[in-house]
């Protein structure tokens, strides 16, 4: 007879959390399988830690978020965010699904274009584009929206020289009652930074207004706040329409919608906290539609949602390392696995479920990375049953920005898997290696040899 492992007696503090129709949650299941896919057999074939990504759960995301806006709308067009997520293979799920490129450096547009995105097709938004990043983007076609008057000035002196007519729209700012305000990036609405924009646009008469964009914040939980973004918005482009006679093709209101994360810090759970698709389609739809356009000059709305199409189709497992004891009587599990390429970890609480099957006790514990760095804490509090060295987790809810923001930071950075929708799995980004970064380096001759 096998020995049981010895738990020592507590008293079980019940983990309640919010009430559903079965009562409260005092347990959590264990997660041994991704999709037909038993966890311990990708760490086995893949390597510890590893990303992997769900496609069918991108795709089943991207079309409720294309239901949600366009049963509320006529005409909407989504346009994949690369910052939040650029590996190839994810990107062009999104395109399959007929969404187009929205990017924020020319790394990215050149990301875009390789993977066969039409120009005409790529926002393109940030507030760094150089000379010759402007000049691809105005021969493509692109749309190219306007951050800061410099970059006004430099695409008018383009538009003379190479006898083109850029199409451009501008970025706003502007107060929706969300504080702290975003007001770094574009023309402000309140001050009259945007008209002044506008009013030089139009009088070149060389560059085309074809848009008006608004990126008003992140992980935004408040739909209403979308509404009167939209109606400063659509009261500029009425305003155009006035003065100059001139239809805007498109507004876009940006990005932003929440994941169903836990930001830290919140009472409730990301998944109950978290509005859906619904609630700001219904928000945006109606003050576009009430804005008083008239329905042949109703403006195409345009979407750089990323956040909440993506997060939840992504999952880390990792190992244990080892567990200790912290002065103050806390369990301490240290996994392979660090903010080094869980970045999201210094916002959220992300869930955690033990990959393998564990008794009913449960205990707090403080969930450490490997990195030689103290501020490498995956999660501050988490109840977990005990796991041993070699026991395996899943961290959830991580596909957006990890593998954008990830850091070569004292560990390799790992492999990243896909599972399609056929629950196949296919690898599509290589474990990194030493070779893999030394092939980058150049060694002086004079440092080529040393004696100790």
Same mark, same amino acid.
């Given at each position: 007879?096998?020995?049981?492992?010895? /738990?020592?007696?507590?008293? +079980?503090?019940?983990?309640?959390?919010?009430?559903?129709?079965?009562?409260?949650?005092?347990?959590?299941?264990?997660?041994?399988?991704?999709?037909?896919?038993?966890?311990?057999?990708?760490?086995?074939?893949?390597?510890?830690?590893?990303?992997?990504?769900?496609?069918?759960?991108?795709?089943?995301?991207?079309?409720?978020?294309?239901?949600?806006?366009?049963?509320?709308?006529?005409?909407?067009?989504?346009?994949?965010?690369?910052?939040?997520?650029?590996?190839?293979?994810?990107?062009?799920?999104?395109?399959?699904?007929?969404?187009?490129?929205?990017?924020?450096?020319?790394?990215?547009?050149?990301?875009?274009?390789?993977?066969?995105?039409?120009?005409?097709?790529?926002?393109?938004?940030?507030?760094?584009?150089? /000379?010759?990043?402007?000049?691809?983007?105005?021969?493509?076609?692109?749309?190219?929206?306007?951050?800061?008057?410099?970059?006004?000035?430099?695409?008018?002196?383009?538009?003379?020289?190479?006898?083109?007519?850029?199409?451009?729209?501008?970025?706003?700012?502007?107060?929706?009652?969300?504080?702290?305000?975003?007001?770094?990036?574009?023309?402000?609405?309140?001050?009259?930074?945007?008209?002044?924009?506008?009013?030089?646009?139009?009088?070149?008469?060389?560059?085309?207004?074809?848009?008006?964009?608004?990126?008003?914040?992140?992980?935004?939980?408040?739909?209403?706040?979308?509404?009167?973004?939209?109606?400063?918005?659509?009261?500029?482009?009425?305003?155009?329409?006035?003065?100059?006679?001139?239809?805007?093709?498109?507004?876009?209101?940006?990005?932003?919608?929440?994941?169903?994360?836990?930001?830290?810090?919140?009472?409730?759970?990301?998944?109950?906290?978290?509005?859906?698709?619904?609630?700001?389609?219904?928000?945006?739809?109606?003050?576009?539609?009430?804005?008083?356009?008239?329905?042949?000059?109703?403006?195409?709305?345009?979407? /750089?949602?990323?956040?909440?199409?993506?997060?939840?189709?992504?999952?880390?497992?990792?190992?244990?390392?080892?567990?200790?004891?912290?002065?103050?009587?806390?369990?301490?599990?240290?996994?392979?696995?660090?903010?080094?390429?869980?970045?999201?970890?210094?916002?959220?609480?992300?869930?955690?479920?033990?990959? +393998?099957?564990?008794?009913?006790?449960?205990?707090?514990?403080?969930?450490?990375?490997?990195?030689?760095?103290?501020?490498?804490?995956?999660?501050?509090?988490?109840?977990?049953?005990?796991?041993?060295?070699?026991?395996?987790?899943?961290?959830?809810?991580?596909?957006?920005?990890?593998?954008?923001?990830?850091?070569?930071?004292?560990?390799?950075?790992?492999?990243?898997?896909?599972?399609?929708?056929?629950?196949?799995?296919? +690898?599509?980004?290589?474990?990194?290696?030493?070779?893999?970064?030394?092939?980058?380096?150049?060694?002086?001759?004079?440092?080529?040899?040393?004696?100790?």
């Amino acid at each position: 007879m096998k020995k049981m492992q010895y /738990e020592r007696p507590v008293i +079980q503090r019940l983990n309640t959390g919010i009430m559903n129709k079965f009562g409260t949650r005092t347990e959590y299941a264990p997660v041994t399988h991704i999709e037909g896919n038993a966890v311990k057999e990708l760490i086995e074939k893949y390597g510890s830690p590893l990303f992997v990504i769900s496609e069918k759960t991108i795709r089943n995301t991207y079309r409720e978020a294309n239901r949600s806006f366009n049963t509320r709308y006529p005409k909407v067009q989504f346009a994949w965010s690369y910052k939040t997520n650029y590996l190839s293979a994810v990107c062009n799920v999104f395109h399959q699904e007929g969404s187009w490129a929205e990017v924020v450096s020319g790394f990215e547009y050149e990301k875009a274009i390789r993977h066969g995105v039409p120009g005409n097709k790529i926002i393109f938004n940030g507030p760094d584009k150089t /000379e010759a990043e402007l000049r691809t983007a105005i021969e493509n076609g692109s749309p190219i929206h306007i951050d800061h008057l410099d970059e006004l000035y430099l695409i008018k002196e383009l538009s003379g020289e190479m006898k083109k007519r850029p199409k451009v729209a501008i970025r706003v700012n502007m107060d929706t009652g969300i504080y702290p305000m975003w007001d770094r990036f574009g023309f402000n609405y309140e001050n009259g930074q945007a008209w002044d924009a506008i009013n030089k646009i139009m009088l070149s008469n060389t560059i085309d207004l074809i848009g008006l964009h608004c990126h008003i914040g992140t992980f935004m939980l408040a739909p209403s706040a979308y509404a009167v973004a939209a109606s400063k918005l659509c009261d500029l482009a009425m305003g155009i329409k006035k003065k100059f006679n001139k239809n805007i093709h498109y507004l876009d209101l940006g990005g932003g919608f929440a994941s169903k994360n836990t930001l830290k810090g919140s009472y409730l759970q990301g998944v109950d906290a978290s509005p859906g698709f619904d609630q700001f389609a219904e928000a945006i739809s109606t003050a576009i539609l009430n804005a008083g356009f008239v329905e042949d000059e109703l403006p195409l709305l345009l979407l /750089e949602t990323g956040r909440a199409m993506i997060d939840e189709a992504g999952y880390l497992l990792g190992t244990v390392i080892s567990n200790k004891r912290l002065s103050d009587g806390r369990r301490a599990t240290i996994m392979d696995f660090g903010v080094n390429i869980l970045f999201t970890s210094f916002w959220y609480d992300h869930k955690i479920s033990p990959a +393998q099957e564990f008794s009913q006790y449960t205990e707090d514990a403080v969930l450490y990375g490997p990195l030689c760095m103290n501020i490498d804490v995956v999660r501050e509090h988490v109840t977990l049953p005990p796991l041993k060295r070699d026991d395996q987790v899943v961290v959830h809810t991580v596909g957006a920005y990890n593998m954008t923001q990830w850091m070569q930071f004292i560990a390799l950075r790992p492999a990243i898997v896909l599972i399609d929708c056929d629950d196949k799995v296919h +690898q599509i980004r290589k474990r990194e290696t030493v070779e893999s970064i030394v092939k980058e380096e150049m060694m002086p001759d004079y440092l080529k040899s040393f004696k100790l």
